[in-house]
């Protein structure tokens, strides 16, 4: 079986990369799929998540990745997938999550909404928790791959915070699109 894991992943977390990861043993193939929603400012554009979400799982080689725009049911369609794949973390994910399953059942009864619960210590995780912690200057290394921390070092215009200083930022700095003022960001004081 097919299964689309659509979303936003601006940017991706610990926690999506667990459903990915869980979700590839459960399926033939998984395709990460982030929208292109023209509705919302995002941190990173869908081209610098693409690849970030690419470097996350090219050790999968049954997962991958791609944009698209309009219903997500047409879009698994088109894929040829049978599957959506969700993540659900809290009560106030299951209200949202149930809602949007049911939508997409009155859209396409050929298409299942498979939903895995959050591993425990990832319960709590979320792209905007992990941006709002960056924006205040705090560390994300436990939340997300190095190389996405890298990126919103820089986005918030930080010091890296990477224990490994060599590892390589998905885009080149003057390529990411800050939507905070720089000027905002308070300078990471490392503990002792
Ligand atoms: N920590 C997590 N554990 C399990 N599922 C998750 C986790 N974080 C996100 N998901 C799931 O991943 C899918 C895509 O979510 P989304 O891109 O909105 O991420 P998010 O972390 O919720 O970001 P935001 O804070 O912007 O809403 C959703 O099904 C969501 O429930
Ligand atoms: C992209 C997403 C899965 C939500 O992603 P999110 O969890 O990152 O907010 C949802 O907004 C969606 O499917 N949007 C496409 C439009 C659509 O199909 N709407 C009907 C289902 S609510
Ligand atoms: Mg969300």
Known sequence: MIAIY?????PITLGHLDIIERGSRLFKQVIVAVLRNPNKTP???????LLQIQLCTQHLPNVSVDSFHGLTVEYAQMQQAQVLLRGLRAVSDFEIELQM??????????IETVFLATSNEYSFLSSSVVKEIARFGGSVDHLVPPHIALDIYKCYNQKSLVSNPTTMAVTPPDEIISMESPKMAV???PSE
Not at 6 to 10: C, I, L, M, T
Not at 43 to 49: A, H, P, Y
Not at 101 to 110: E, I
């Open 6 to 10: 659509p979303g936003s992943f601006d």
């Open 187 to 189: 300078p990471h004081q």
């Open 101 to 110: 399953a049911h939508t997409n059942k009155t859209l396409s009864t050929q």
């Open 43 to 49: 941190l990173f554009t869908v081209e610098q998540r």
